[in-house]
């Protein structure tokens, strides 16, 4: 694989930390600015939601851009938001600075997975993108626990000053490694625009939403599950939550092999895989280890599906696949919104904490539908005779 790759994958490390890292942090934070938990929470929905509405707009925005400098810029968006942040004398400035990182991680991964699909053989366009984003599944083996540790110790500012060094690391990798691809031509921006009247755009950008919905359904209750339910102590869930990491890396390589033979039947096992999984997690939080045990394997199959529902975009995109791959990055985080929602609702409800599997279980039947709904159009558009 062309070492270009690799400077990707670093950029997606930084992203992917500074994503995740609030997480670990929302004591420190509260904290530090005077608000409560809840209030700091909503610097990862904050994230999350820049990351949905400014991907696209971005990407329009850099459409007369080469796509080595787009991710240039984004890079250094990126740098910027994350300095803000390191720097931010109020939660507000924070937020911004959280707002400006999100805009840029819609936007890169949607380029990116553009850029990484070119290098390489069309055979192997789904790997190329699963090494990618193989940075994103390491920072959560790697990069939150150490980014954790680094704001306990000395202070949560820190980690942003780490995450801010990675990002011009990665800036350097992609200036140096990442060759320059010239702007498509034909249409730019109304040709991407024009894609979006596909049938097959709207029904891939449905699957990535209700196929990857299950995966924060259960992870984002993941805590109340394990100790209310399983009686975890609490220290036992960034363990748990490590060996989720772990899953994820291996699923996102499988899942790009698999992609590559043939994307739709990746994209129904991984997702039929993950559905069947939620349900074993209902049915087995009481006994820690096969819990334990479920939990990698849900990671597994978690990130089995993101290169084949990338690419599977790709595909449905094709000849103006950048604006369509950057709104498909959003799809995952509207995924991410729905499944923590609609599983916060059933323990709203009084119906107990294994309710979110019993929810992912369920939006992963939604997905599956929507994936038959996408493959029957798939069919019916190949044999439709040529005008």
Partial sequence: MPLALLALAISAFGIGTTEFIINGLLPELAADFGVTIPAAGLLVSGYALGVAVGGPPLTMLGGRLSRKTMLLS??????????LSALAPSYGVLMVGRFLAAFAHGAYFGVGSVVAADLVAPQKRASAIALMFTGLTLANVLG???GTWIGQAFGWRATFWVVVGIGFAGLAGVLALVPRQPRPSGGGLLRELATFRKAGVWLALAMTVFGFAPVFAVITFIAPIMTGVGGFSSGAVPVVMALFGVGMVVGNLIGGRLADRAVMPAIYGSVALLTL?????????ASQVAFVVTITLFGVAAFAT????????????????TLASAANIGAFNLGNAIGSFAAGLTIDAGLGYTAPAWTAALLGLLGL???????????????APAA
């Fill in 144 to 146: 939150v626990p150490l």
């Fill in 277 to 285: 999984l939620a349900v074993v997690v209902a049915l087995v939080s």
């Fill in 369 to 383: 539908l929507v994936a038959a709904a996408a493959g029957l159009q798939s069919r019916r558009h190949h044999l």
């Fill in 306 to 321: 993101v290169s084949p529902l990338q690419t599977r975009v790709l595909d449905a995109a094709s000849g103006a696949p």
């Fill in 74 to 83: 984004l890079m250094v968006m990126f740098i910027v938001g994350n300095l």
